[in-house]
């Protein structure tokens, strides 16, 4: 009976993830952080699955931060986001693939809520007409770029080069899974696993040979807040919340952090640097943190891509422990190398890099 | 004017986020703000049950809204469908448009957001961008941030980003036409006055607080309202 029970509610958080086709919508932070991270994105569909996806330069912040620092109304995120589905429809994309949880959330949140009040809808269309002469048409399908990862894992591990398995034991690698919390708190349906089960990043470790570890924290907040994060007054909130996941994984020694968003993945990266440097506390062995990566960086990895050409120097958290680990053959001195000779990043004081 | 319950009900968010309250208290147990914060998001939909206006002006004056980090936790696992951080964000914006905002030292920062997150929005087509993510407001970010922020173009460049230039990539420079459209939205959808809002009565706060305030990003009034911490706002104060 209890398997019964688990089996139906496993299949009540599946979800259609479009297999082809798709209209890409941006990240902030995501760009601002990890730029390569989207670059590649785009070269696996594109390259590695022969999958057709837009990259339109029209697309705008969908204004998510401002919206959740209430700084603007909803009508205007919402008829932000409908100018995007209008530039899709004009296009002839109905599938989209968005690359921030937060905007995930919100393009959810906007035809949840339509479906409820469709006077709120008729409101956007006409506020949009107003200021573009632009219409839309309902995506018919919205997917994360965390579920096409995970909707392509097995053909992405026919192709892999390299597993997530330690080169020295054999053994799979520990890995912290964290969703972004607008990824399924929100609507628990709409994320692979829900909000209690989470399994799209779970889903492609597994397939690429690591092993996830359930923690105590597992599912709680990074602590990004919005304006938590954005005011310097109120950082203290967001540093906190990190902390608590830190402490809960950190007796399962993690090989890695993965996260599907990317407020998240930056976060867990530079509050260790914060916590190492406020209080001497690090995560990792000898002094290192624990590496934080994208999914799309992970991916990459498994594919055979060069870590640097993946962007993993701007991480503050030395990702070498991880490359050494997985027997990942890299240049030292490549790792800052830019059209800007001898220009390196200082070394924290407490941090090992 | 309305009765602020009835203005709180043309909200879509606070009639989505907001039900009959049995007082379980799981939204209050599940909150990461309430763990941090002196923020009880059970008391706070009790406050509101009372439907005064009294009581409601009490809370748009307060440090209590301000303390939500719209993770949205309570959204999945509220027994009756409510949503305490749908019903922040309705209160948040009655109390920017009638100005209560600047009551409160939590409240007061909304100017710090606009003046950073908000204006890149419509300078830049980004929420966030690296010429707006400075390391001396950021010192949390590192000495890796730093450097991405001198060698921007390099590293960008090196990593296949389309930084500040036309066309499609990471980073690309949004067109004037685009940002043109954006700024569209906000005059007809309420962003521009909102913007405007904050902007006024933040003015009118720097007055009373003898504090200089211009059209420059920092000023003496950004700089108190960004870093500003009494530290009263947590449970053990």
Known sequence: ?353 | MKPLFELLLSDVRFVEGYHTCMNCGVCTAICPAAEFYDYDPRKLLNQLQQKSDESIIELLKSETIWYCGQCMSCKTRCPRGNTPGFVIQALRKLSVNLGYFVESEKGRQQFAIKRTVGDNILKFGYCVHPQGVAPDLHPEQGPVWRWVVDNAEGIMDRLGANYNKPGAGTLRKIAQEDLDELQAIFDVTGGTAMYESIENFSREKAKLMNLDFNDDTPNEYFNVVYSENSNQHNKNN
């Open chain 1, 1 to 353: 009976m209890e398997t019964k029970n688990s089996t139906r509610l496993w299949k009540s958080y599946q979800k259609e993830i479009a297999d082809d086709h798709y209209y890409y919508a941006r990240s902030c932070i995501r760009q601002n952080f990890f730029p390569a991270s989207e670059k590649v994105f785009l070269k696996i569909l594109q390259e590695e699955l022969q999958k057709d996806i837009y990259d339109d330069p029209h697309h705008t912040t969908c204004t998510g931060i401002a919206y959740h620092s209430d700084i603007i109304p909803q009508e205007t995120t919402a008829t932000v986001i409908a100018r995007h589905f209008a530039l899709m429809t004009e296009l002839g994309y109905e599938n989209l693939a968005i690359s921030c949880v937060t905007s995930f959330g919100l393009y959810t949140e906007l035809l949840e809520t339509w479906k409820h009040f469709p006077e709120e809808e008729a409101k956007i269309r006409e506020l949009l007409w107003k200021a573009t002469r632009r219409e839309f048409s309902i995506p018919k399908n919205l997917a994360h770029s965390s579920d096409i990862i995970f909707h392509n894992r097995e053909e992405i591990n026919n192709k892999s080069k390299r597993r997530l398995v330690n080169a020295k034991t054999g053994q799979p690698l520990k890995v912290v899974d964290h969703i972004g919390c607008h990824y399924a708190k929100l609507f628990p349906e709409k994320g692979i696993g829900g909000a209690e089960f989470p399994y799209v990043l779970t889903g492609m470790v597994e397939s690429w040979g690591g092993q996830v570890i359930d923690y105590p924290e597992r599912r709680h907040c990074c602590g990004f807040g919005f304006r938590q994060y954005l005011v310097m007054a109120n950082r203290g909130y967001s540093v906190s919340n990190s902390k608590k996941k830190f402490d809960s994984m950190a007796p399962y020694e993690p090989d890695f952090i993965v996260s599907n968003c990317p407020g998240c993945s930056m976060f867990m990266d530079k509050w260790q640097y914060t916590i190492a440097e406020m209080e001497g506390t690090t995560y990792g062995k000898g002094g290192y943190g624990i590496p934080v990566l994208t999914y799309e960086e992970m991916a990459g990895l498994v594919l055979g891509y060069d870590p640097w050409d993946l962007g993993l120097q701007m991480h503050q958290v030395s990702v070498e422990p991880l490359l050494d680990k997985m027997g990942i053959d890299y240049s030292k001195p490549n790792k800052y190398k830019t059209q800007q000779p001898n220009s390196f990043p200082k070394k924290p004081l407490k941090l090992m890099v």
